[in-house]
């Protein structure tokens, strides 16, 4: 049996300044200790990698080339820093991927998505923000092995920098990059975050990467409502709903609007239809839980929230993000591809002349389809 590091520093006052050189440390224990204390932390599993990103960075800027980013700029912004963690972070040698489940307990998604009538939101969007959460919980983590087994440098990132975090986490062996781009684990599925933690301290690699399961399956890719999974490993975000609902700042084209159905902010079909998350289970986290009901609203009682009432309803929540304007823009959206009801027309027509002119284009646009 491997000495611990407890062990090993026993003699010392216990003070991370008293301790040897780091080099004295054994580095297994060491990383059974951070997945223990991950653990308690909530999360569900720790790898460790090299900070070399292979053949993903090639892929990275192959698909930047196809300009399948959209107007998300920030994707091809900072150079090698993206997949080059030692020169976003001198000093890297290590990445600690972690994943958290966030499936929360609730509604049938499918139920939802099957009425026209009600609001679909994605999944991960239903409870808090997980940047907050994910990012305190990562340096927690980080402060922890600082204090109490090394003082090297270590930085936690939630989507709070360029980093390839599905690629660092398939090196670790949390699980592969299926079809749909999403991390896959054959025992969790895909409905879960990731955060990462750069460390210059020399940890041993996870050195078991899991191998590619997805098969001759292509169920993603045929469910796709807007087809924007291209080919295998290849999403047109310019054709994902999530990036229509969520990052795009301007109008939705036109031909892809009947095709994104009710759903208002995000998209999961490729994720409802993987095989693999038969396996998923419902977070024990409390803060992905679902907050003000939002698997279970219809569209025309959103609709017909005041800006103080979206700003009340959504504090903490990543759907904020997009702000009121937004909101009203898949809504419109949304009730334009619902069946008629005179409800529907009228709370339609009640925002024709509202002040912003991106609602008003989808306003106007949703009530010529219920005129046809």
Same mark, same amino acid.
């Given at each position: 049996?491997? #000495? ?24 297994? %224990? ?12 909530? /999360? ?5 990698? =090299? ?14 080339? @196809? ?18 963690? =030692? ?10 991927? +972690? ?7 609730? *509604? *049938? ?5 099957? *009425? ?34 090394? #003082? ?34 054959? @025992? +969790? ?8 933690? /750069? ?12 191998? /590619? ?8 890719? *045929? ?25 795009? @700042? ?14 208002? $902010? ?12 038969? /396996? ?37 929540? %990543?759907?904020?993000?997009?702000? $009121? ?25 009640? @925002?024709?002349?509202? #002040? ?9 646009? %949703? ?6």
């Amino acid at each position: 049996m491997r #000495p611990t590091w407890q062990d090993r520093n026993a003699a010392h006052s216990g003070r991370i300044g008293a301790m040897s050189a780091p080099a004295a440390l054994d580095p297994y %224990a060491v990383a059974e200790s951070i997945r223990t204390w991950a653990r308690e932390l909530g /999360f569900q599993q720790i790898g460790i990698s =090299d900070v070399h990103a292979g053949a993903h960075a090639q892929h990275l800027q192959d698909w930047l080339a @196809k300009n399948f980013h959209g107007d998300m700029g920030y994707m091809a912004a900072h150079g090698d820093k993206r997949w080059r963690p =030692d020169e976003l972070e001198p000093g890297t040698c290590r990445v600690i991927s +972690a994943r958290m489940d966030y499936l929360p307990a609730g *509604d *049938d998604p499918d139920a939802i998505l099957a *009425d026209p009538d009600k609001a679909y939101i994605s999944r991960y969007a239903l409870g808090r923000d997980y940047h907050k959460l994910l990012r305190k919980r990562l340096a927690q983590l980080a402060q922890r092995i600082h204090d109490e087994i090394t #003082p090297h440098h270590f930085r936690a990132f939630v989507d709070s920098a360029p980093v390839l975090e599905r690629a660092f986490a398939e090196k670790a062996g949390l699980g592969w990059i299926g079809k749909n781009t999403m991390l896959i684990n054959s @025992k +969790a599925g895909s409905w879960f975050f990731l955060g990462e933690i /750069f460390t210059d301290l020399p940890l041993p690699i996870d050195d078991n990467p899991v191998g /590619f399961h997805c098969g001759s399956c292509r169920a993603c890719l *045929d469910i796709c409502p807007t087809q924007a999974i291209v080919a295998p490993f290849q999403v047109d975000a310019r054709r994902c709903i999530s990036y229509l609902t969520i990052e795009l @700042k301007t109008s939705i084209p036109v031909e892809l609007r009947p095709l994104m159905g009710n759903r208002i $902010y995000g998209c999961d079909d490729c994720q409802l239809v993987c095989p693999w998350n038969k /396996f998923a289970r419902i977070s024990a986290e409390p803060d992905f839980q679902t907050r003000h009901q939002l698997d279970d609203r219809g569209l025309l009682e959103l609709f017909t929230w005041s800006e103080e009432e979206f700003l009340a309803r959504t504090e903490g929540s %990543a759907i904020r993000r997009i702000g $009121y304007e937004r909101w009203l823009r898949n809504i419109a959206v949304a009730l334009g591809n619902a069946p008629f009801s005179e409800s529907v027309r009228s709370a339609l027509a009640e @925002k024709s002349a509202h #002040p912003s002119e991106l609602v008003r284009e989808h306003v106007l646009w %949703a009530l010529v389809q219920h005129s046809s």
